[in-house]
């Protein structure tokens, strides 16, 4: 159930284990959290919660494969960037250590010779950034590929139980038999009677420009109020908002005008750039703000859901693991502190 990036990732791992897959989406897949994502693979111990920490970077690690995988299957180009990261954080100043393990490996004006002058510590990053969208293209298209079938448009509503274990799910127009149903469902992964997990809609907003150079700004830029993710086509993402507003994906223009202001005083050069597209997004938070991934009590219920801010970057790992325990592998990694038991 869902199919966003996580879910079609999946779909292809259960797949090359020889299952049958059928992914059923609400509406068009990829067009949810994962079409709305800036697409920073960011697994920093700065911004990542501990528990998260291992599977953050492992996922990191994996994405080259992973997107070298995809383009094989699927034929299609992924904007995977390695430039790296300027992260500009006034809370750096008690991390000397990080500092110093992390130089920038250049003075600040020839990385970044349109960024203007920040009094705040910096440090460069070895991470990279991908376009979820192509990401997703790709990833829709290799499913296929695979075989794995796709029902768009179809709302499921709840699950289908025989003798206490999953017997498949019911949709708005058809039901589906299957004795494996795993929950991918984003935002919308609680609405279903068993198992009511509190995953919630945490909106962002952000913009996307153009600009006629494509190197105006050449490395992803963070700092406290805004963060800039450059596309290798001259595209720049700005962004994001962290709102508690319910399902509302509507943008507002004055936030977004905000967020345009404050990437325009870190380039100035962007006041020229053409605003291409303004969007909302609605990521799947959770109480503890830590994925929940894993089997229910329910035999044969698995969820994969909960990723907060970092979908893209834990998708490889997720398809891995998840891919592990629905086969009943044991999993690479440790998942306890992601179980759906938690709640």
Known sequence: MGGG?????????LRKRSLRVLVVE???PGREASHA?????????????????SLATAS??????????????????????????????????????FRDENPLPAPLGELEPELVQIESPVVYLKERSVDPRALVAAALKAAKHRGV????????????????RVAGIQADRTRYTAPCVVNCAGAWAGGFSAHRFPTRPVKGQMLAVACARHDVVRHVIRTPEVYLVPRSDGRIVIGSTLEEAGFDKRVDPDTIQRLHQAAIRLVPVLEEARVLEAWAGLRPGTPDDLPILGATTTPGYFVATGHFRDGILLTPVTAHV????????????????????RF
């Open 37 to 53: 994502a800036a697409g920073m693979l960011a697994d920093c111990f700065l911004e990542t919660p501990a528990a998260l920490q």
């Open 26 to 28: 609400r509406g068009e």
């Open 60 to 97: 990191a690690r994996m994405y080259p494969e992973f997107v070298q995988e995809l383009q094989d299957e699927s034929g299609m180009k992924v904007d995977l960037r390695d430039q790296g990261t300027l992260l500009f954080a006034p809370d750096l100043s008690g991390h000397a250590e």
């Open 149 to 164: 079938d796709i029902s768009s448009g179809t709302a499921a509503t709840d699950l289908l139980l025989c003798d206490d």
């Open 5 to 13: 990036i996580i879910g079609l990732s999946l779909s292809i791992a």
């Open 322 to 341: 998840m891919a592990q325990v629905i086969t009943v592998t044991k999993p690479d990694y440790e998942l306890s502190a992601f179980s759906p038991e």
